[in-house]
């Protein structure tokens, strides 16, 4: 998954981290792997980050729809404000 230039760098954990949203591997698992850690993407730290590949928050979707509805031209600012995005985590397998 392609990571934004404002938000901060992944890391591997061997333990899951408890408030962190679990992805779906980007490569299928076969038979016979065995779970190795977590690749965890905290969320961004700072208010405007550009669009990237990370799934958006209900609250990021709700203010979308919001602003559709009531200023159509801003309805694409939450795309693009940091609390619009939460952290996650990928697990990794050998």
Not at 58 to 77: H, K, R
Request: charge should be negative.
């Amino acid at each position: 998954m392609k990571c934004c230039a404002e938000s901060p760098e992944p890391y591997f954990s061997e333990t899951p981290h408890p408030y962190l949203h679990v992805t779906d591997p980007t490569t299928p698992v076969l038979p016979g792997q065995k779970l190795v850690g977590y690749m965890i993407h905290p969320s961004p730290k700072s208010m405007f980050v550009p669009p990237c590949e990370r799934p958006m928050n209900i609250f990021g979707y709700m203010s979308v729809i919001a602003l559709a509805f009531l200023f159509w031209p801003l309805s694409c600012l939450p795309c693009c404000c940091g609390f619009s995005y939460d952290g996650f985590q990928v697990p990794i397998y050998e």
